[in-house]
């Protein structure tokens, strides 16, 4: 029984600083003094150096100036910086979704606020505020005095969505074929050419982005706010990786991107029929 407090008080303390890792700002200290205590909130494993440096941790990055002498990031993290209380949640939200997507976020596994907070250089607070959002989304799941463990998802699941997608976004697409001017269309192509780049380069989480960008395009163009908000939902859901299924392949990128391109050729040519065929193996091939 001691030796079971004993854990559970370990669990509790602080980590200790190491080398390179980001200063707290005295600001964030002061809200990291009234919001931090964790009630045991431990990860189940430490996250090793390599683990959250690679894009996904560093993507959304927050903004600051220079940082002060001696204020250093953790390896491979950016410099936290020191902003608005507001905008930290967001942020913080915002590089969490594309750790998720690029797979630094790790299906199965719990991690704690703290010990993620520390990486990013601020309080725990709106990191735990950022994963209870993500828990809302369903892309994590709260662990009693533990911490937040990210949902592992099925194939199954996967096609589910894409069904739902394709329910929703094929009969808007197909109605704009035939209603938006071809020089609407070739606005667009710079996304199209943006999936494409990320793809080329092999980045899942600039690529996940890049997606959903060109799709919000083309559904925006039917006016429906409502209509974005809830493809928008899906098309991210989808983007979510797989418990056990094999990281997206370079060439599934190069592929996927292809058939936005294409999409966006017989959109301008105003060609129904080739739509109709592009949009529905866009969805078939994405649930597969």
Same mark, same amino acid.
Request: charge should be negative; avoid cysteine; proline fraction near 6%.
């Given at each position: ?24 700002? !005295?600001?964030? +200290?002061?809200?990291?003094?009234? $919001? #931090?205590? @964790?009630? =045991? &909130?431990?990860?189940?494993? /430490?996250?090793?150096?390599? !683990?959250?440096? +690679?894009?996904?941790?560093?993507? $959304? #990055?927050? @903004?600051? =100036? &220079?940082?002060?002498?001696? /204020? ?5 993290l950016a410099t936290p910086r020191t902003v608005q209380r507001h905008?930290?949640? =967001? ?198």
């Amino acid at each position: 029984m001691e030796q079971g407090r004993a854990r559970e008080r370990a669990a509790d303390r602080p980590l200790p600083p190491h080398d390179g890792a980001a200063r707290v700002p !005295e600001q964030a +200290r002061g809200e990291q003094a009234r $919001g #931090e205590h @964790t009630h =045991g &909130e431990f990860t189940r494993r /430490e996250p090793s150096h390599g !683990e959250f440096t +690679r894009r996904g941790l560093t993507h $959304g #990055e927050l @903004t600051r =100036g &220079e940082p002060s002498q001696g /204020e250093r990031a953790a390896p491979g993290l950016a410099t936290p910086r020191t902003v608005q209380r507001h905008s930290v949640r =967001g942020q913080i939200l915002q590089a969490l979704r594309t750790a998720l997507v690029g797979g630094e976020l790790v299906p199965g596994e719990v991690y704690s606020a703290p010990v993620l907070a520390e990486r990013f250089g601020v309080s725990a607070t709106p990191v735990r505020e950022a994963m209870q959002q993500l828990a809302i989304e369903g892309a994590v799941e709260v662990v009693p005095n533990r911490g937040f463990r990210v949902v592992e998802r099925t194939p199954r699941e996967l096609a589910e969505l894409a069904e739902v997608r394709a329910l929703i976004e094929i009969p808007i697409m197909l109605r704009l074929a035939r209603t938006v001017p071809a020089a609407r269309w070739a606005e667009l192509r710079p996304l199209a050419e943006a999936t494409g780049a990320a793809a080329a380069r092999g980045d899942r989480a600039h690529y996940a982005e890049a997606d959903r960008a060109f799709h919000r395009a083309v559904l925006s163009l039917a006016g429906n706010e409502q209509l974005l908000t809830v493809a928008d939902d899906l098309h991210r859901r989808s983007q979510w990786p797989l418990v056990s299924g094999p990281v997206t392949r370079h060439g599934d990128l190069v592929a996927d991107a292809a058939e936005h391109t294409a999409l966006l050729d017989a959109l301008i040519a105003q060609d129904v029929t080739v739509v109709q065929s592009l949009v529905r193996e866009h969805f078939t091939g994405s649930a597969e």
